[in-house]
């Protein structure tokens, strides 16, 4: 009895602890006041680029909407060098002068410490269906946002591949090198990036996902037969990657412990299960090169395999709800780390 109690303590102290996020705990929570740090911050004696738009874009991919897109250009930009290049969702959001994103001072701060190179930042709202933008949004979306973030479908890559990078690289030498190519976003916003260099690895291989939707949105069945065959959602990207091998692409995670649990799914749950699928999917590729006898997937399917290629994450729970500030504080950080050249 002196014993389980002494170890009922011992378990109690340890729940009422403060977590951090460590490698060897994936399921740690870190806490805090998450406030912006100054890396979002202007900073006196700092050159600050400049932050152009917003300009309005109508997609032949993705017919019958228009849109809204900024362009943000680092006062240390050269024409005759290629600037990386970071694409964000939700661009009325995630520039917002007043919002926990503030990318454009994000970069402007981590370019001049050195932290990153050159980087053009294209910050990209939702498409909408009506004639024209509308312009009294606030912080609300367009109305066609889940169509477009939450569906995993090619069209949103091939509109940013297509029709962005070339419309944008018409004024700004951008790079074609998929190393120096970052895509992100929150929530919907970040399902969206994994979707993109899901797709397309060959071109953007950095992804930002704060808060992502890795849950049923964009899940559903035929409009004219509620029993029939329901289109793929986010839900369904833990099976795909554990079942294929890894992409070159590198990722940062944020999500927190009290986010949705709604209809769609429980989304802390979903992050959870992308983080582990990923490292699973990694796990798999070692044993394939070390002549172990792999599992079913790769059996089936062994020239798919690329030795030497592997996921590369890094993930941070927090305690937060589902809310920018928690990833706005992390964001430096997580762009300070994709660029690193090492994890």
């Not at 250009?73 to 661009?91: E, H, I, R």
């Not at 004024?171 to 190393?179: A, F, G, I, R, S």
């Not at 699973?280 to 070390?290: L, M, W």
Request: aromatic fraction near 10%; charged fraction near 20%; hydrophobic fraction near 40%.
């Amino acid at each position: 009895m002196i014993k389980f109690r002494s170890l009922l303590w011992v378990a109690l102290a340890a729940l009422a602890a403060p977590l951090v996020s460590v490698a060897h705990d994936p399921a740690a929570v870190m806490t805090g006041d998450f406030e912006l740090t100054p890396d979002s911050l202007v900073q006196d004696g700092v050159p600050q680029g400049e932050l152009k738009g917003p300009f309005e874009f109508r997609s032949g991919i993705i017919t019958g909407t228009v849109r809204q897109y900024w362009v943000f250009v680092p006062a240390q930009y050269d024409p005759a060098t290629p600037a990386s290049v970071l694409v964000f969702q939700d661009g009325h959001r995630a520039t917002h002068p007043e919002g926990s994103l503030r990318v454009q001072n994000v970069l402007t701060n981590l370019i001049h410490e050195g932290a990153i190179p050159p980087t053009i930042g294209i910050f990209i709202t939702p498409g909408d269906t009506r004639a024209e933008f509308p312009q009294d949004l606030g912080w609300g979306n367009p109305n066609h946002r889940w169509q477009e973030y939450d569906v995993l479908t090619a069209d949103y890559g091939r509109f940013i591949i297509e029709e962005m990078l070339p419309l944008v690289g018409q004024d700004y030498n951008l790079t074609d090198d998929p190393e120096q190519r970052a895509i992100g976003g929150t929530s919907s916003g970040a399902i969206c990036a994994f979707t993109v260099a899901w797709n397309n690895p060959d071109v953007f291989r950095k992804v930002i996902s704060f808060i992502g939707s890795y849950v049923s949105i964009g899940s559903r069945p035929p409009e004219d037969d509620p029993t029939g065959a329901w289109s793929p959602g986010g839900q369904d990207y833990p099976a795909m990657i554990r079942r294929l091998p890894p992409k070159p692409i590198k990722i940062f995670f944020q999500d927190g412990s009290n986010d949705l649990d709604n209809p769609w799914g429980n989304w802390f749950l979903a992050n959870q299960q992308m983080v582990a699928a990923i490292n699973f999917a990694n796990q798999q590729a070692e044993r394939v090169e070390n002549g172990d006898t792999p599992w079913d997937p790769y059996r089936n399917a062994p020239t798919a395999h690329v030795a030497g290629v592997r996921w590369q994450e890094k993930h941070v729970w927090t305690d937060g709800e589902h809310s920018d500030k928690h990833g706005g504080h992390l964001l430096p950080d997580a762009i300070r780390w994709l660029w690193a050249d090492t994890d």
